[in-house]
Each structure stands twice: as structure tokens, then as C-alpha cells.
């Protein structure tokens, strides 16, 4: 019969509180989009669906170039809002690993009965910015460049998610004008745009705050001689059916299923319980 081990949670709260910051950066950016273009609009579609009978050398609705000027602002008001995510991202980083560290030594007393001590490392933010948020940890070398890692794909997928709104809130405007759509008509469409980018923003916090919390998992197993592991789902609906057959099954953190260890699948919420070395199978 199977011990019945306590499950390795997942840190939702991280998740929400990211998910929340990514979103409110697409709507602030969409309001700064809103407040810039909006009251321009109209006066824009006007000029560009005027006959002019004069020469063009002597025309002076020049509605692209005050397009172009507007976008320019808008970049770097989404640069500025990407860097307050960006600077707060080692923060975000070690709330998911106070969290994870807890749930292993957890994991640790109940399958081998040792408590694990604190560590004597630190974990510093990254990117200049002031310390915040640093906490004990045992001694785990892998941890800062873990975290250096995590930091860089997240403010390169931050940078894309501003720029891929701004490319999307540029479209819509450029081809209402050029094709005469109505500023209600494109009010709509800007926010449904807001809602792909805010979809978008939701994908990279479950994602990443996943990613984070499996990698921190599999480093720690792996630095206590964990070479292997159970399979495990959150066993609901949401459960992908390739994952759920693996429920309860052996695999070896060197050699991964074909789209990877637990957690790291686009949005996967599934763990890894180890399999201890002086265990055999209990399955």
C-alpha cells in the first residue's frame, strides 16, 4: 500500500499577483493609447478622406507624420511601464522560491523523515535596482544564475508583450483611417484588442510563474540525490489527457517526456513526487 504523501502546491499566490501586474501594464498601456489617439481620431479620418484640389506641396494635413509622432510617445510610455515590471521581477522570483523551499522541505520530512536546515545564501535582485525581499536559504550555488535566467527570458517576453500591443493598437488605427472606419467602430476594436494583449499578459504569469516553481522543484530534488520521480496531475478537469496517463508513472529527470518534466509545458500544473533512492516501487 502507498504512503500517501502531501502534495507539492503549486504557488498560486505568486501567480496572481504577477498575472495581476501583467495585465494592469496592457490596460495602462491601452488607456495611454485611448487618451492620446481618441480625441485625434476623427480629425485624422477627416483629412484623409478630403479631396484636395490644391498641389500636394502646399497641403497641410499631414495626419501620418502626427501618427507616427503619438506612436513614438506611446513607445516609450510601454517602455517605461515594461521597466516597472522588469526592475520588480527578482522579487516576484523569490516569492516563488520562499514558497517552493517550503513545500520541499515538507516533501523531504514526510518521504525521508529529515528536517532540512536554512540556507546561508542570498538572493539578490539582478537588475540595479535596491534589495528587496531577500530571505535565508541552505547553501545552493545553481540558485542566483536560476534566477538570472528566469529574470532575462521574463523581461524579454515583457518587452515583446508592450511592443505586440502597441503593434496591434498601431494597425487598428492606420487602417480605420485609411479605411474610413468610424471612431466607435475602432473604440471596439481597440478594446478588443486590449483583450488579446490582457489574454496574452495571463499566458506569461501561469507559464513562467510554472516554469519557475519546476526548475526550482527539479534543482532541489536533484541536489539531494532525487534521480527520479512520480508523475503527478492536480487530477481535474483541466488536465491535459497526454498528462493525465502519466499520473502515478516513473521518469527519470534526465530523460523527460517528449515535451519535458512536470511544470514545464505551456501552462502545465503538474509535479514531480520523488522517488527516493533507498525506496523501491510502492506503485
Not at 523523515?113 to 547553501?139: H, N
Not at 503593434?167 to 466607435?184: A, D, F, P, W
Not at 483583450?195 to 516554469?211: E, F, H, M, N, T
Not at 488536465?239 to 517526456?257: D, L, M, N, Q
Request: aromatic letters at 8%; one cysteine or more.
Amino acid at each position: 500500500m502507498a504512503r500517501k504523501r502531501p502534495p507539492w502546491r503549486f504557488p498560486d499566490n505568486a501567480e496572481r499577483d504577477y498575472m495581476r501586474v501583467l495585465v494592469k501594464t496592457v490596460q495602462q498601456l491601452a488607456e495611454l493609447a485611448h487618451r492620446a489617439m481618441g480625441p485625434r481620431y476623427p480629425a485624422w479620418l477627416a483629412a484623409a478622406h478630403t479631396i484636395h484640389v490644391q498641389p500636394l506641396s502646399v497641403r497641410t494635413d499631414d495626419y501620418s507624420s502626427e501618427i507616427d509622432a503619438v506612436l513614438e510617445q506611446l513607445e516609450q510610455q510601454g517602455g517605461a511601464l515594461a521597466d516597472y515590471v522588469v526592475v520588480r521581477l527578482p522579487t516576484v522570483f523569490a516569492m516563488v522560491n520562499t514558497y517552493n523551499d517550503i513545500q520541499f522541505r515538507q516533501i523531504v520530512k514526510a518521504g525521508t523523515g529529515v528536517t532540512l536546515p536554512t540556507s546561508r545564501a542570498t538572493l539578490a535582485p539582478t537588475t540595479g535596482a535596491s534589495p528587496v525581499g531577500i530571505d535565508l536559504y541552505r547553501t545552493e550555488p545553481w540558485l542566483a544564475d536560476l534566477q538570472a535566467n528566469w529574470v532575462a527570458q521574463n523581461t524579454s517576453l515583457i518587452r515583446s508583450m508592450t511592443g505586440d500591443s502597441l503593434k496591434r493598437i498601431e494597425t487598428i488605427v492606420r487602417q480605420g483611417v485609411m479605411g474610413g472606419t468610424v471612431t466607435n467602430e475602432v473604440a471596439n476594436q481597440l478594446g478588443q484588442a486590449v483583450d488579446i494583449s490582457a489574454g496574452r499578459a495571463k499566458l506569461i504569469a501561469q507559464d513562467q510563474i510554472g516554469k519557475a516553481n519546476a526548475a526550482l522543484s527539479e534543482y532541489r530534488m536533484r541536489s539531494v540525490g532525487v534521480k527520479e520521480y512520480y508523475w503527478r496531475t492536480l487530477e481535474d478537469s483541466r488536465v491535459r489527457p497526454s498528462h493525465r496517463e502519466r499520473e502515478g508513472k516513473v521518469f527519470a529527470f534526465a530523460h523527460p517526456p517528449e515535451d519535458g518534466n512536470p511544470g514545464y509545458p505551456v501552462r502545465c500544473r503538474c509535479y514531480a513526487e520523488p522517488k527516493w533512492p533507498h525506496e523501491g516501487s510502492d506503485e
